[in-house]
Nanobody, 123 residues
Framework: VQLQASGGGLVQAGGFLRLSCAASGGAFGNYHMGWFRQAPGKEREFVARISRTSSSTNYADFAKGRFTISRSNTKRTLYLQMNSLKPEDTAVYYC?????????????????WGQGTQVTVSS
């Protein structure tokens, strides 16, 4: 499956953004999906994950209560609603797909990646 992330931009602290990730070339509904982010000089880190049927989600601690992951299998699109953004949320955000069923949040277990979209939060 090929993934294309979009929706990033520059926003003030306290603001919001909605990221999208459009899928093509594969059976989107067969994949568990995740969002990751990578800030300059830091390793890529897990943000959120959603199961194939949206029956389960899990979030990194920093994302709980502020970010919401969702998907539309009919539209073949993954979303990340980000509210109450903070300067420390500044990073390139990536969407990724996996068939691993264990609920893994490790980037190595995700085999298809989008190109990333830049999110910059100013103070």
């Amino acid at each position: 499956v090929q993934l294309q992330a979009s929706g990033g931009g520059l926003v003030q602290a306290g603001g919001f953004l909605r990221l999208s990730c459009a899928a093509s070339g594969g059976a989107f509904g067969n994949y568990h999906m995740g969002w990751f982010r990578q800030a300059p000089g830091k390793e890529r880190e897990f943000v959120a994950r959603i199961s194939r049927t949206s029956s389960s989600t899990n979030y990194a601690d920093f994302a709980k209560g502020r970010f919401t992951i969702s998907r539309s299998n009919t539209k073949r699109t993954l979303y990340l609603q980000m509210n109450s953004l903070k300067p420390e949320d500044t990073a390139v955000y990536y969407c990724a797909a996996t068939t691993v069923v264990s609920g893994t949040t490790h980037p190595h277990d995700f085999h298809s990646w989008g190109q990333g979209t830049q999110v910059t939060v100013s103070s």
